[in-house]
């Protein structure tokens, strides 16, 4: 059964992908029937700049547990560096 459950959100970063860097606007996050990955249902991740056609697009694939244990290392990392580094300029 799909829940249809998507989060959009504006972002700030980076991606590579075949042509190499670019810059990422906009991540798309949803849980639903993977294309690649194996298993039922997967937690997926774009990473998107619109303006640069499909090309700029990175995804990921990953089984809930795998993406819980994502979510909560970056949560982690986070939360170890010193707060002026994180609220500071970007």
């Not at 700030?12 to 810059?23: A, E, L, Q």
Request: charged share 15%; glycine share 10%.
């Amino acid at each position: 059964m799909c829940t249809y459950q998507t989060t959009m959100l504006e972002v700030r970063g980076s991606g590579k992908g075949p042509g190499g860097w670019f810059p990422v606007t906009d991540a798309t996050v949803y849980f639903d029937h993977p294309v690649h990955a194996p298993g039922a249902h997967t937690l997926n991740l774009d990473l998107v700049n619109p303006e640069r056609g499909p090309g700029s697009r990175v995804a990921l694939e990953l089984d809930p547990a795998s993406a819980r244990a994502l979510a909560h290392a970056i949560l982690e990392t986070l939360d170890a560096v010193p707060a002026a580094l994180v609220s500071g300029p970007a």
